[in-house]
């Protein structure tokens, strides 16, 4: 890649703004509230743009174009059925008691309606899963910067070893990220989020549009894809009709009703930022208003891929001309990996032979990933393309920024102030949460290391995670909704649910995969159609055995007197006051425009 | 909080336009310069669309700042507010 002096302004520009902001907010981070929570003095849509630019990482970015590559425009389910619903949902049903609660974390908020040992046990697998999910995002990062070659100029023109690359990016980001959250906090995040959103659309919008006009247009791009990659719905009926391999029921409750709703609704990565919101009506337009931008959002990223794979794929080919009478002959070389590819799409390579990697029926694997950026260099010339690269790095450290304030915050209040030191000052809780941040970025930094050297460490903490989160939603749906719901209960059924996910993920195995990483470790007694399906079938046990459990350990124990609970369960909460004199200004009709528009959107792209 | 984000945004978007648009109009006449993106010239146009989108950022910005100040000097502060209750 040939970045020139352009490039470069435009991202050094980028950075010194996010530290500028940092720097901007030092002087008002004066108490813990103002560290931990933005002083809950945030306007909605600011917190809104945070809340879907929080989900919106680089791993997002990439994966979402690679998705886009790989199975066409069904991808676009994980933000139809994925997300919209749970983000209506979040914002008009569970807001009122995360915000009316006044707990400070989501794991402070399953304390007050539990008890001490179910928070304990949700902050501490939190807390793990927030270090590590920002060492991968730092080691994607890197790693991506490496592929595409993005310091080798610079390096180069410094007289440093390329092999330093790796760790400089490491270094640069932590350091970047570690500076403007120890300065400004979650308002340094926050506010990043936003400039982030921006940043994409900025990046990513001209990209589309170039990729269209390339193409021939909407038209142009259905000719030059397979059928079934431009419908969302088409043969979700069954398994082997459709090119992820899922079917409906899996799609609809494992994917819509328990992974959706359980990331949307319970994951303080994203609702610490509508808890940062100024009051309870704002709060709870935090997630609509984010669900606006996130319905349009599969334009960006997904279609990125789906063109990637619909332009012709290059092949080494002579052009002869004749100047001045005599004949030339330019031949363009095109990689083998490049020509055994798919539109521009490379295929994989191995790294010891440098030979293209073939799967078992003996086409080339392909290295979907590289989609979205192959799309970015394919297309920007130099100057808009410092500005593409700008919006991946961006999202690359806002997706750690988020992960770490989410990391000090349930550090500081859920462990630290509940277990280890109890009653300090404020002041000494605003300096833990400042160290606590740089803790999480070494820690962050070393998973990135680790993942150099175990190559399936990524892959496994990633299944762990998926074994914890999957029964989430029960929990607070059962807390939520349900007024008997005791702490042991609670307890008992995550336990539970957690098993059964590891359960279910030993005893299956997706067809063609070996047992492993991938399943069936215990034993096969279940092949599923696609990896997908595997993941959204382990969900549903692991939110049907948590729910399950959950609700005969609560009938055998005995339940929280009834005026302790209110404000935390929704019978015994009186109804938020209506603030609004006309009914179109409330949050429940925007939730349903919301709705309306989602539907609307899968009918077209059905 | 008393930074409005949309001035430091305003700003960024600002500047990198008014980059990229500088930018645009010193490389349009370079052959083949612009091969990549068929033919248009990206920096040019989208560098406008970010100059003009940064510019309302920042007028947005400015206007609600002012309005902040104008309604920080009616009613007090609300944590001033709070330590004259706790002297009495």
């Known amino acids: 890649m040939n970045l ?39 306007p909605a849509w600011i917190c809104g743009l945070a809340f879907i630019s929080a ?15 790989k199975y066409g425009l069904e991808t676009a389910h994980f933000y139809g059925i994925g997300a919209i619903p749970a983000m209506v949902f979040v914002g008009i049903f569970m807001m009122p008691f995360y915000y009316g609660s006044k707990a ?20 501490c ?95 142009g791009l259905k000719a030059s894809v397979p059928v079934q990659y431009m419908h969302e719905w088409r043969g979700v009926a069954h398994a082997s009709t459709n090119p992820m391999g899922i079917e409906i029921i899996g799609l609809g409750m494992g994917l819509g009703f328990v992974l959706g709703s359980g990331y949307w609704c319970t994951d303080f990565l994203v609702i610490q930022t509508a808890m940062a919101s100024k009051n309870m009506v704002s709060a709870r337009r935090v997630p609509l208003i ?25 092949h080494t080919h002579t052009v002869e001309s004749t100047v001045n009478g005599a004949i030339v002959r330019e031949t363009t070389v095109v990689r083998p990996e490049v020509e055994a590819g798919r ?7 191995n790294p010891r032979t440098g030979e293209v990697m073939l799967d078992a029926s003996g086409q080339p694997l392909l290295d979907y990933d590289l989609a979205t950026p192959n799309m970015l260099l394919h297309f920007f010339p130099t100057g808009i393309l410092g500005l593409g690269l700008t919006a991946l790095l961006a999202s690359f450290m806002s997706g750690m920024a988020g992960n770490v304030t989410a990391f000090n915050t349930v550090f500081t209040y859920d462990l630290y102030q509940s277990y280890i030191h109890k009653g300090g000052s404020d002041r000494h809780y605003l300096a833990v949460g400042r160290w606590a941040t740089v803790g999480g970025i070494l820690f962050s930094i070393a998973t990135a290391y680790a993942a150099i050297s175990f190559n399936d460490i990524m892959d496994t903490l990633q299944l762990v995670f998926s074994f914890v989160n999957a029964p989430l939603f029960a929990t607070f749906l059962l807390g939520m909704f349900w007024k008997r719901a005791t702490g042991h209960g609670a307890f008992a059924g995550l336990i539970a649910g957690t098993a059964a996910a590891m359960v279910h993920h030993g005893l299956t195995l997706p067809i063609e995969a070996h047992p492993g990483i991938h399943g069936g470790w215990i034993a096969v007694i279940h092949h599923y159609p696609s990896d997908m399906a595997q993941n959204f079938w382990g969900a549903i046990f692991a939110f049907s055995t948590n729910f399950i459990v959950a609700v005969i350990v609560s009938l055998c124990t005995k339940p929280r007197p009834e005026a302790e609970l209110v404000g935390l369960v929704h019978s015994l909460t009186p109804k938020p006051p209506r603030a609004h004199s006309v009914w179109w200004k409330s949050p429940e009709a925007l939730a349903v425009a919301i709705l309306v528009v989602a539907v609307g959107l899968n009918i077209f792209f059905a | 909080m008393s930074l409005d984000l949309r001035i430091p945004m305003g700003l960024l978007f600002t500047l990198v336009g008014a980059i990229l648009t500088v930018f645009g109009i010193s490389t349009n006449s370079t052959p083949g ?18 100059l003009v989108f940064g510019l309302a950022m920042l007028y947005l910005g400015r206007r609600g700042q002012k309005q902040m100040e104008k309604q920080g000097l009616l009613p007090p502060d609300p944590h001033d507010e709070g330590d004259v209750r706790r002297g009495h």
């Not at chain 1, 996010?18 to 813990?32: D, E, P």
């Not at chain 1, 807390?127 to 080798?152: E, K």
């Open chain 1, 104 to 123: 400070r974390s989501v794991p402070e908020f399953l304390r007050l309606r539990f008890d001490e040992k179910t928070r304990a046990l949700n902050a």
């Open chain 1, 343 to 349: 539109g521009i799409v490379p295929a994989k390579v």
């Open chain 1, 4 to 42: 020139t002096r352009v490039d470069w302004l435009i991202m050094v520009l980028y950075f010194v703004f996010v530290l500028g902001i940092g720097f901007a907010l030092k002087r008002f981070m004066k108490t813990s509230k103002d560290f931990f929570q933005a002083g809950r003095a945030l």
């Open chain 1, 290 to 314: 984010a669900a606006i931008p996130k319905m349009f959002f599969p334009f960006l990223v997904i279609l990125p891929g789906l063109l990637a794979i619909g332009l012709p794929t290059p």
């Open chain 1, 55 to 69: 989900n919106l990482g680089a791993q997002e970015v990439i994966g979402m174009g690679a998705s886009g590559a």
């Open chain 1, 125 to 219: 697998s939190f807390a793990v899963m927030t270090v590590f999910s920002s060492g991968i995002s730092m080691y994607a990062m890197a790693r991506l910067i490496q592929t595409l070659h993005v310091f080798d100029g610079l390096f180069r023109a410094l007289g440093w070893a390329p092999e330093g690359i790796f760790t400089f990016s490491i270094c640069l980001s932590a350091l970047i990220v570690l500076l403007y959250i120890f300065l400004g906090g979650l308002t340094s995040a926050i506010y990043n989020e936003v400039l982030q959103f921006f940043l994409i659309i900025a990046g990513f919008l001209p990209l589309v549009l170039l990729g269209l006009r390339n193409i021939g247009g909407w038209s």
């Open chain 2, 33 to 50: 310069f612009y091969d990549q993106s068929l033919g248009i010239n990206a920096n040019l146009w989208w560098g406008l669309v970010q």
